[in-house]
């Protein structure tokens, strides 16, 4: 079966400090991933989407990145972080050739306080 | 994402029936969806919808979709504690990869 890993679950970081979250998929190919954002008291945003092996789209501008260094593992990234940085993140796949027709599947989510 | 819109909060007591609103946008969109979120957790798909349909019954749970007035509802049959949620609409908009979520809207069940 397959299942969805993300961590840390929580993070405090400094102001300035880099980050790193890492979400990892098991038990398919070739998934495509998401990286969402839900900021307190609101809705998700999705911030990047990736169809396959360094193929990553960026939905917003901001302070944050992504890659895909191998074919199930996605990582957000930032080299500074800012206050508004502040939310939780939820990663998210869906399997191969089928979009987001076949539902999201999400991990459990990491909650990023920036001090 | 707020282009997809709900109500923020809903109340309901024990038992009754909760109904759950949701306005989306895209016309085209060929499914829609539901999702529960609890407390601290990740997004839990609940059920969805084909375009093509005007009502989907899964146990307690009742999606209605108006085309015409780009309407989608929840309705929760007998609600119960552990119903106690954020509940997210969302839709499939442009790029078939995509879902857009409504900004969610919080049910509390009181006993």
């Known amino acids: 079966s397959q299942t969805i890993h993300q961590w840390p679950a929580t993070l405090v970081q400094p102001v300035g400090s880099p980050l790193s979250l890492e979400c990892t998929v098991e038990g398919t190919s070739n998934p495509n991933l998401y990286w969402y954002r839900q900021a307190a008291g609101r809705g998700l945003q999705l911030l990047f989407y990736s169809v396959g092996i360094g193929q990553i789209s960026s939905e917003v501008p901001q302070n944050l990145s992504a890659s895909r260094p191998q074919d199930r593992q996605f990582i957000l990234s930032s080299k500074k972080l800012l206050l508004s940085d502040s939310g939780f993140y939820l990663c998210?796949?869906?399997?191969?050739?089928?979009?987001?027709?076949?539902?999201?599947?999400f991990g459990s989510g990491t909650r990023l306080t920036v001090v | 994402g707020e282009d997809v819109e709900q109500s923020l909060f809903l109340s309901v007591r024990e038992g009754d029936s909760s109904v759950i609103n949701c306005t989306y946008t895209?016309?085209?969109?060929?499914?829609l969806y539901w999702y529960k979120q609890e407390p601290g957790a990740g997004l839990q798909l609940l059920t969805y919808i084909f375009s093509n349909m005007d009502m989907k019954q899964d146990q307690r749970l009742t999606v209605l979709l108006n085309k015409k007035d780009k309407h989608l509802s929840l309705r929760i049959a007998d609600t119960q504690t552990g119903d106690s949620a954020i509940y997210f609409c969302?839709?499939?908009?442009?790029?078939?990869?995509?879902?857009?979520f409504g900004s969610g809207t919080r049910l509390l069940v009181r006993p």
């Open positions: 969302a839709e499939i908009r442009g790029s078939s990869y995509k879902l857009i």
């Open positions: 998210a796949w869906t399997p191969p050739g089928q979009g987001a027709f076949a539902g999201y599947t």
């Open positions: 895209d016309s085209s969109s060929t499914y």
